[in-house]
């Protein structure tokens, strides 16, 4: 099949995004099919003018999407070395045969290319698409100087004689067609996450008392007298479980806080609480959810983080009830709330467990290593 691997251009907020969206459109409608397939919901599936919003670049992180088209776009830009399809650009989208996006962190892991996701509409799969494509993000790794390749898929727990085995946690990964092309295009599996779903409906939350420490929750920015202490937090998520996926300590301080979340906000809505100790006022333990400004129903649980000295107090579970009562208070149209947990991290699931949580799916981290 004749194609070309082209990358969006993102990096141009004032231009008109025509081409731009329908491309991510295009994207999105690759994307959902199997999500309503997996899930039974497009809960994930992130609408294309969010998307274009979220591959614009920041300071700690730029993403990248690479689309294969056909026919070929005019020549011109280049950037990575792909075509740049930039605004303007004739482009339908029925001429995106599938998509690739990646992440680049820019301050830390400077390694490793992250969040790598393959997608090929349904008509154009297996025609050497998806392996086109995977081909390009490893050129695109090679060109910016990385040889760590990280990226998550939905798969299921399985019992069967062939399933596959993660280095930690009690899963076994049943082998499917996203397993397979996985692993012919050089990944291995690294890690098993434990995909869970909390009903809203009939809940309410208060948080436990917490002696010797006191919780702040805030909905939106950061207040500037806890950025430090957010950062503090973020930092402590480098100890979380990571088995078999390389993962240096993260760089946070409060100007990353707030940059992240200048970004983050211009997306989704955010609510935060974090556990103070009232002896010396430092950080202890922070949980953060979000959701999308379009899709008020669908909130998605993003860190949750206890500082080890601080361990064995309950603050993982007060932090989180705090944060889904404030849920109540703030967000009354959500109605389910998505996390993800190591399956290693049994504690993490007791708590999630206890607060209505149930899993959905497991979820596969590969790896892939260039030579």
Same mark, same amino acid.
Request: glycine share 10%; net charge negative; aromatic share 6%.
């Given at each position: 099949?004749?194609?070309?691997?082209?990358?969006?251009?993102?990096?141009?907020? @004032?231009?008109?995004?025509?081409?731009?969206?329908?491309?991510?459109?295009?994207?999105?409608?690759?994307?959902?099919?199997?999500?309503?397939?997996?899930?039974?919901?497009?809960?994930?599936?992130?609408?294309?003018?969010?998307?274009?919003?979220?591959?614009?670049?920041?300071?700690?992180?730029?993403?990248?999407?690479?689309?294969?088209?056909?026919?070929?776009?005019?020549?011109?830009?280049?950037?990575?070395?792909?075509?740049?399809?930039?605004?303007?650009?004739?482009?339908?989208?029925?001429?995106?045969?599938?998509?690739?996006?990646?992440?680049?962190?820019?301050?830390?892991?400077?390694?490793?290319?992250?969040?790598?996701?393959?997608?090929?509409?349904?008509? =154009?799969?297996?025609?050497?698409?998806?392996?086109?494509?995977?081909?390009?993000?490893?050129?695109?790794?090679?060109?910016?100087?990385?040889?760590?390749?990280?990226?998550?898929?939905?798969?299921?727990?399985?019992?069967?004689?062939?399933?596959?085995?993660?280095?930690?946690?009690?899963?076994?990964?049943?082998?499917?067609?996203?397993?397979?092309?996985?692993?012919?295009?050089?990944?291995?599996?690294?890690?098993?996450?434990?995909?869970?779903?909390?009903?809203? =409906?009939?809940?309410?939350?208060?948080?436990?008392?917490?002696?010797?420490?006191?919780?702040?929750?805030?909905?939106?920015?950061?207040?500037?007298?806890?950025?430090?202490?957010?950062?503090?937090?973020?930092?402590?998520?480098?100890?979380?479980?990571?088995?078999?996926?390389?993962?240096?300590?993260?760089?946070?301080?409060?100007?990353?806080?707030?940059?992240?979340?200048?970004?983050?906000?211009?997306?989704?809505?955010?609510?935060?609480?974090?556990?103070?100790?009232?002896?010396?006022?430092?950080?202890?333990?922070?949980?953060?959810?979000?959701?999308?400004? !379009?899709?008020?129903?669908?909130?998605?649980?993003?860190? !949750?983080?206890?500082?080890?000295?601080?361990?064995?107090?309950?603050?993982?579970?007060?932090?989180?009830?705090?944060?889904?009562?404030?849920?109540?208070?703030?967000?009354?149209?959500?109605?389910?709330?998505? !996390?993800?947990?190591?399956?290693?991290? @049994?504690?993490?699931?007791?708590?999630?467990?206890?607060?209505?949580?149930?899993?959905?799916?497991?979820?596969?981290?590969?790896?892939?290593?260039?030579?």
């Amino acid at each position: 099949m004749a194609l070309r691997i082209v990358v969006l251009d993102a990096w141009q907020p @004032d231009r008109v995004p025509g081409t731009l969206l329908t491309a991510l459109e295009a994207a999105e409608a690759i994307d959902r099919p199997h999500h309503l397939e997996r899930l039974g919901n497009d809960d994930q599936v992130t609408p294309a003018p969010v998307r274009l919003q979220e591959l614009r670049p920041s300071a700690d992180r730029e993403p990248v999407c690479l689309l294969a088209v056909q026919p070929a776009p005019p020549a011109g830009c280049e950037r990575y070395g792909f075509p740049l399809l930039q605004a303007g650009d004739p482009l339908q989208a029925g001429d995106v045969l599938g998509v690739a996006s990646v992440r680049l962190p820019l301050i830390d892991n400077l390694g490793t290319v992250q969040e790598v996701f393959v997608g090929v509409a349904g008509q =154009h799969r297996r025609r050497g698409v998806g392996r086109a494509l995977s081909q390009a993000v490893d050129e695109l790794a090679r060109r910016v100087g990385r040889s760590v390749l990280q990226g998550w898929s939905y798969t299921d727990a399985s019992d069967a004689p062939d399933a596959l085995r993660p280095p930690e946690g009690g899963f076994l990964i049943g082998r499917d067609a996203g397993t397979d092309f996985a692993q012919a295009v050089g990944y291995r599996l690294a890690q098993a996450e434990r995909h869970s779903v909390l009903d809203l =409906h009939g809940r309410t939350y208060t948080a436990p008392p917490t002696p010797g420490y006191r919780i702040e929750t805030w909905r939106g920015a950061t207040p500037e007298q806890h950025l430090t202490g957010v950062a503090a937090m973020l930092v402590a998520m480098s100890d979380a479980p990571t088995a078999g996926l390389a993962w240096e300590d993260e760089v946070w301080d409060g100007a990353r806080v707030r940059e992240m979340e200048c970004r983050v906000l211009q997306t989704r809505d955010g609510i935060i609480s974090l556990a103070i100790d009232e002896t010396t006022g430092e950080a202890a333990a922070l949980t953060q959810l979000y959701r999308m400004h !379009t899709r008020p129903a669908v909130v998605e649980q993003w860190n !949750t983080v206890v500082v080890g000295p601080h361990r064995g107090h309950g603050l993982g579970l007060a932090v989180k009830s705090a944060n889904l009562a404030a849920v109540g208070r703030w967000w009354p149209e959500a109605q389910r709330v998505h !996390t993800w947990n190591a399956a290693e991290n @049994d504690h993490m699931w007791r708590i999630n467990e206890q607060l209505g949580f149930r899993t959905v799916n497991i979820d596969s981290g590969w790896q892939k290593r260039l030579d």
